[in-house]
């Protein structure tokens, strides 16, 4: 970890918009140091925050749920070709 110079506060890690480098900035003061030298030593997680409208529901296992068996598989195979036959022109 690493101090501001001016106030001993915090320096986090952040990416300048401007110049997209990487920059120390004091969490008091504001002050911003250069990171670049130290970029091996820093890791920038960048975290989206989602509208709800945009958050997606996982479903596990689906597939367990609307399982058939062979035989009911069959049963409605047949019922279509029926519905089939009974439609032709």
Same mark, same amino acid.
């Given at each position: 970890? !690493?101090?501001? @110079?001016?106030?001993?506060?915090? +320096?986090?890690? /952040? /990416? =300048? $918009?401007?110049?997209?480098?990487?920059? +120390?900035?004091?969490?008091?003061?504001? $002050?911003?140091? =250069?990171? @670049?030298?130290?970029?091996?030593?820093? !890791? +920038? /997680?960048?975290?989206?925050?989602?509208?709800?409208? @945009?958050?997606?529901?996982?479903?596990? =296992?689906? =597939?367990? !749920?609307?399982?058939?068996?062979? &035989? &009911? /598989?069959?049963? +409605? %195979?047949?019922?279509?070709?029926?519905?089939? &036959? %009974?439609?032709?022109?």
């Amino acid at each position: 970890m !690493e101090f501001c @110079e001016e106030c001993d506060g915090l +320096l986090v890690p /952040r /990416r =300048d $918009k401007k110049s997209k480098k990487m920059m +120390l900035v004091c969490q008091v003061c504001g $002050k911003k140091y =250069d990171a @670049e030298k130290k970029k091996e030593e820093y !890791e +920038l /997680r960048e975290q989206i925050k989602h509208k709800e409208n @945009e958050k997606l529901e996982v479903v596990a =296992d689906m =597939d367990e !749920e609307f399982k058939i068996s062979e &035989e &009911e /598989r069959e049963e +409605l %195979l047949e019922q279509y070709r029926e519905t089939l &036959e %009974l439609f032709e022109y």
